[in-house]
């Protein structure tokens, strides 16, 4: 929660104007691409300290990826100063795109792994916040 409110108290005291950007879909996005993040980067060392770490790999991997899409989404998204919407938009597509691919990995193996599962949904959270934000640009 502190996440979300640091968000929004950062958007709320930028000094220009954001434009007809839809803050409340900004501000979920930002807090959901930080906290995919942390979910992914989390999951891929628990998926490194399975017995089974053979198996993971496609796993391990697919969570870094996203962990470093989300991360640099969340700083694109929190600069707006020089603003492109075609930088954005491709950034946000690519990390909708990369989220999507990192929960189907990871609901593969949350059965076995609860990592895996937590991670699923906080792909599928971060994903559906990209979609929402894309859709008000």
């Known amino acids: ?70 991360e640099a989404t969340g700083k694109i998204l929190s600069r707006h100063t020089g603003y492109d919407a075609n930088i954005t938009r491709t950034q946000l597509q690519a990390c909708a795109m990369v989220c999507k691919s990192c929960a189907e990995e990871c609901e593969r193996h949350a059965d076995m792994h609860e990592h895996c599962r937590i991670c699923a949904e906080a792909c599928r959270r971060c994903e559906q916040a990209c979609n929402e934000l894309l859709a008000t640009l």
């Open 1 to 70: 929660m502190a996440m979300t409110t640091m968000v929004k108290d950062m958007l709320r005291t930028y000094p220009a104007d954001l434009g007809g950007v839809n803050r409340g879909a900004m501000e979920r996005c930002i807090s959901e691409c930080f906290d995919c993040s942390q979910a992914c980067t989390a999951c891929a060392d628990a998926c490194l300290s399975e017995d089974m770490v053979a198996e993971l790999r496609k796993c391990i991997r697919t969570n870094m990826d996203c962990s470093d899409i989300c």
